[in-house]
């Protein structure tokens, strides 16, 4: 069985795409290839989202797939002037030569680093939401658990591990810039 749509059509990761550009998303098709001895093309979807449609497109993922999409982990990437999450997914997971990935993409603005959490939809997502809420600073509305899940609880208030800018642990901050220019 395959990855299906409103229809019962089998969609594959273009199909799926094109279900997302209809709907207005910006979608771009990523593919590389996998393996030693059997390469094969492995596929990813990259979608960008508003943060307001981040609920309203992890919906759309489940109105159009069969199954429940595989929900894998939030990353998140300080830009300078905004931090990236990624909310990565995957369709037809485990099985062979028909799985795919899909992941929102939502930038945030770092005088703006609020957006809904996703949980009532994924439960799972807490975890992730968690994480980065202390790692960045990312405040996720509605998110029910708001403990740190790995800093201690003494860990001072407005510092972010993960931050590259002022609120960032200066030690990491140090040791990445050393790294970025080189070490001689």
Do not use: C
């Amino acid at each position: 069985m395959g990855i299906f749509g409103g229809g019962g059509e089998e969609m594959n990761a273009e199909e799926t795409m094109q279900k997302f550009q209809q709907e207005g998303y910006e979608v771009r098709l990523q593919e590389r290839e996998a393996g030693v001895k059997n390469k094969v093309k492995r596929k990813s979807l990259w979608i960008k989202v508003n943060k307001e449609k981040i609920r309203e497109a992890v919906e759309f993922l489940m109105e159009i797939s069969e199954e429940y999409p595989h929900f894998s982990i939030i990353s998140a990437s300080d830009e300078g002037n905004e931090i990236i999450l990624n909310y990565h997914f995957t369709l037809g997971y485990g099985k062979l030569l028909e799985e795919f990935a899909v992941t929102f993409q939502v930038a945030l603005p770092k005088n703006d680093l609020n957006i809904k959490s996703i949980t009532n939809l994924v439960p799972a997502a807490i975890f992730s939401e968690r994480e980065i809420r202390e790692m960045v600073g990312v405040e996720f509305e509605e998110l029910a658990d708001k403990r740190h899940l790995f800093l201690t609880k003494d860990f001072p208030d407005g510092v972010y591990p993960w931050r590259r800018d002022e609120t960032g642990v200066k030690e990491t901050n140090k040791l990445y810039e050393t790294w970025k220019e080189g070490v001689k």
